[in-house]
């Protein structure tokens, strides 16, 4: 097989992951985030799906990342952040910041 083939053939089997830092998930659930820590890559862009498992809104808030996003009850919303320097980054949610928080880590 050739080299141009080889590595066509690896782009089929191994699809390229549309953020480069790849997609994570961050589940609220009884007003708690599962997981409470996100390993990202430092410098690099990262799509985070926050799903809202909950009846009630939530509001993600991270003042160090600069974002508020509101997220109804039973649905999801997607947050897009970085390229990040390497840190730690915290969110809560802000209706029950008492007991949902986490971080976000860019290694």
């Known amino acids: 097989m050739t080299p141009s083939r080889l590595l066509m053939s ?3 089997l ?6 480069a830092g790849g997609e994570l998930l ?3 659930k ?3 985030f599962t997981p409470t820590e996100l390993v990202v890559p430092a410098d690099t862009q990262v799509k985070i799906t926050v799903r809202n498992d909950d009846n009630t809104p939530a509001e993600f808030e991270s003042k160090s ?3 508020e996003k509101v ?3 039973n649905s999801s919303a997607i947050l897009v952040i970085g390229p990040l ?5 915290d969110f809560v949610d802000e209706f029950h910041e008492d ?6 880590v860019a290694k």
């Open 85 to 89: 320097k390497a840190g730690n980054y």
């Open 71 to 73: 997220i109804n009850g």
């Open 65 to 67: 990342l600069g974002r």
């Open 99 to 104: 007991v949902a928080k986490g971080t976000i």
């Open 26 to 28: 961050l589940t609220l």
């Open 30 to 32: 009884d007003h708690a």
């Open 14 to 19: 191994f699809p390229l992951p549309a953020f």
């Open 10 to 12: 690896a782009f089929i």
